[in-house]
């Protein structure tokens, strides 16, 4: 099964900063590595597919890159609507499987 | 506008039955991949499994952790996804969610509904 470590786990950034989250797979995922946002009581939502194809509707500030195994997700000037969980999931084979998180809280 | 809706969340007891439902509208059923993944109360998400669409005869992935114990299933006629869950244990309390994508390559899941609470406790 293929892994995936995110790091931090936890952030701590002010409104403007930029902020970048890694996530490692164990072996190559090709490009096939999706981003999600997710707020407390609600369901994930996409901001990022393929590595680094924005989401129709998801603000050019997020912004996905890497290959084969490590891959990063880039927002640019954090707004506070920005705070949130963020889980990396490779969809390359199976078990697919996410990210463990990494939670950017306000500094 | 594509909507997925769970139900059939609930409590049981540990070694019980419980059977989710997905209902999907905005959408051909038959033309998607569907999953469903879930979390466990303030833990990450875990993906739970997947039936393919009808032209890949729909058939299944699963994780190890739950593998011959649910089941992925659907109802075209009835535009649902089901999670048919036996031999629970209290690990397999969490928020499930189903799942599915807009695109073609099934690369990503941009659809999700809003999650149903399934709680294993005696």
């Known amino acids: 099964d293929i892994q995936l470590t995110q790091s931090p786990s936890f952030l701590s950034a002010s409104v403007g900063d930029r902020v970048t989250i890694t996530c490692r797979a164990s072996?190559?995922?090709?490009?096939?590595l999706a981003w999600y946002q997710q707020k407390p009581g609600k369901a994930p939502k996409l901001l990022i597919y393929t590595t680094s194809t924005l989401q129709s509707g998801v603000p050019s500030r997020f912004s996905g890159s890497g290959s084969g195994t490590e891959f990063t997700l880039t927002i640019t000037s954090l707004q506070p609507e920005d705070f949130a969980t963020y889980y990396c999931?490779?969809?390359?084979?199976?078990?697919?499987?996410f990210g463990g998180g990494t939670k950017v809280e306000i500094k | 506008e594509v909507q997925l809706v769970e139900s059939g969340g609930g409590l049981v007891q540990p070694g019980g039955s419980l059977r989710l439902s997905c209902e999907v509208s905005g959408f051909t059923l038959s033309d998607h991949y569907m999953d469903w993944v879930r979390q466990a109360p303030g833990k990450g998400l875990e993906w739970v499994g997947r039936t393919r669409n009808k032209a890949n005869r729909y058939t299944t992935e699963y994780a190890a952790s739950v593998k011959g114990r649910f089941t992925v299933s659907r109802d075209e006629s009835k535009n649902s996804l089901f999670l048919q869950m036996s031999s629970l244990q209290t690990e397999d309390t969490a928020v499930y969610y189903c799942?599915?994508?807009?695109?073609?390559?099934?690369?990503?899941?941009?659809?999700w509904g809003q999650g149903t609470l399934v709680t294993v406790s005696s």
């Open positions: 999931q490779h969809l390359y084979g199976y078990p697919l499987t």
């Open positions: 799942a599915s994508s807009s695109r073609a390559s099934w690369r990503d899941f941009d659809y």
């Open positions: 072996q190559g995922v090709n490009s096939f």
